[in-house]
């Protein structure tokens, strides 16, 4: 469902089957590793879990049972979570719905993910008259900023709303650690239905998990066509050859722009608006996971065309410390024909004999011409071509970039399912805070 094209990347098939050895080593290891909990790779056989664990089932269907109540008493879903904890979903339900989507059961809005003021404010105002329920998502559920949203979400629902108690009860769902912690605790204590974040799966890789499959079954997905995607996406990638699994052959690609080519940047384009939040995740999920030991790309992210008339210079013009990898798509979700005026005012008939997706890709095509070639832009593109946009290329493409990720940060040879950075200001803040003194 998706195929990596190389020949606008300045890339040779042999400059990447010199690594076949070392994708061998890395994917030997991470099948292995599968089953190790303290590994953090769980998210690998996932799509395998969904039909074979029975667990899993089991709280599939207790998610697909409440997703159908809460679709019948509420307007809106908040989810409050930050990093992976929120932006699967949203990338999911965004790319598959779009923007203005007006037949989706309940909308879906986020909270949690910042400490903007004014954010929190408006949208505590916003709620105040609606009928909302929470999911709350956090492993520990001591991050600052869901902990703090969490808390005054709660006292709009129980002590401005005045809901009844069953109703809160019903209405909060707490997604968090199976045994510990202090989400755990108070979900035990108030009697909230939960779902579990798997031990051996990180953040940033749940998006196939109680994480980000909630939240989608309630806006109305198709998740059995998500996971229907990542099966295929797993079968594709359990070969080890770089040239027949396409997450490979992307990982490769990337880490010979940046060890031979010494591109320190990789720009991920998208000419849908539906895939702004897609990109966000995918920035995360690299980010992340390569960002360490002083090493690994950084992930940037344009939504062209509307980006050609800011950044556009730049890429055709500037230093060349990037490349970019490019998302094409074979069919819209949805299309618009140009109409044709009578008296040709603005002299655009020349375009009623192409749709407006059609143009688009038009768009796409000059694009990656003067952006990568020689004799103009010199900028190595790597175009990924994707069918379609729906369920299951959602699935599809996330499971596809999970397990490129993996084997990107493992070329580095840093850990892909850590992320000590983060730590640091934490610590300033809850120092600075007065936390725990």
């Excluded at 030997?28 to 879990?49: H, S, T, V, Y």
């Excluded at 410390?321 to 008296?343: A, M």
């Excluded at 004999?353 to 796409?364: F, G, Q, R, T």
């Amino acid at each position: 469902m998706i195929n990596v094209d190389l020949k606008n990347a300045q890339i040779k098939i042999e400059d990447l089957l010199k690594y076949q050895d070392q994708v061998t080593t890395i994917h030997q290891k991470l099948e292995a590793n599968i089953a190790n909990e303290d590994e953090f790779c769980g998210w690998i056989d996932m799509p395998l879990r969904y039909e074979r664990d029975l667990d899993y089932q089991a709280s599939w269907q207790k998610m697909n049972t409440l997703a159908l109540k809460l679709q019948e008493e509420v307007d809106i879903l908040l989810v409050i979570g930050i990093g992976g904890s929120y932006l699967g979903s949203r990338a999911a339900i965004e790319m598959v719905q779009g923007l203005y989507n007006q037949k989706a059961p309940v909308k879906v809005i986020y909270c949690g993910n910042t400490l903007s003021s004014t954010y929190v404010s408006q949208l505590l105002e916003y709620l105040t008259d609606k009928e909302f329920a929470i999911n709350v998502i956090s492993k520990s559920g001591t991050t600052t900023e869901p902990a703090i949203a969490f808390r005054l979400f709660y006292d709009l629902m129980v002590n401005i709303q005045k809901k009844a108690k069953d109703v809160v009860r019903n209405r909060i769902i707490v997604t968090t650690d199976k045994e510990t912690g202090i989400l755990h605790q108070l979900a035990k204590d108030k009697g909230y239905q939960t779902f579990v974040v798997p031990n051996d799966i990180g953040g940033r890789y749940s998006v196939l998990t109680p994480v980000g499959i909630f939240p989608m079954l309630v806006a109305g997905l198709d998740v059995e066509r998500v996971m229907i995607g990542a099966q295929k996406a797993y079968q594709e990638c359990k070969n080890d050859k770089i040239l027949a699994n396409p997450a490979y052959k992307y990982a490769v690609s990337r880490y010979y722009l940046y060890q031979e080519r010494n591109k320190s940047v990789e720009i991920l384009a998208t000419y849908e608006t539906q895939l702004q939040m897609f990109a966000e995740w995918w920035k995360q999920l690299f980010g992340e996971s390569e960002g360490k030991e002083n090493k690994g790309l950084f992930p940037a992210s344009v939504l062209f065309t509307t980006d050609l008339h800011s950044l556009g210079q730049f890429i055709q013009e500037g230093s060349k410390i990037f490349f970019e990898t490019v998302i094409t798509l074979k069919e819209p979700t949805l299309d618009v024909n140009i109409p044709k005026f009578e008296n040709d005012e603005d002299q655009l008939n020349y375009l009623t004999k192409y749709s407006l997706n059609e143009i688009n890709y038009k768009a796409c095509q000059a694009t990656i011409a003067a952006h990568s070639g020689y004799q103009f832009g010199n900028v190595p593109n790597i175009i990924l071509e994707w069918e379609k946009i729906d369920s299951e290329m959602f699935g599809f493409a996330a499971y596809f970039f999970m397990r490129a990720c993996a084997m990107s940060a493992s070329l580095l040879q840093v850990n892909p399912f850590n992320q000590p950075g983060v730590e640091v200001y934490k610590k300033n803040m809850f120092e600075l805070l007065g936390k725990n003194k």
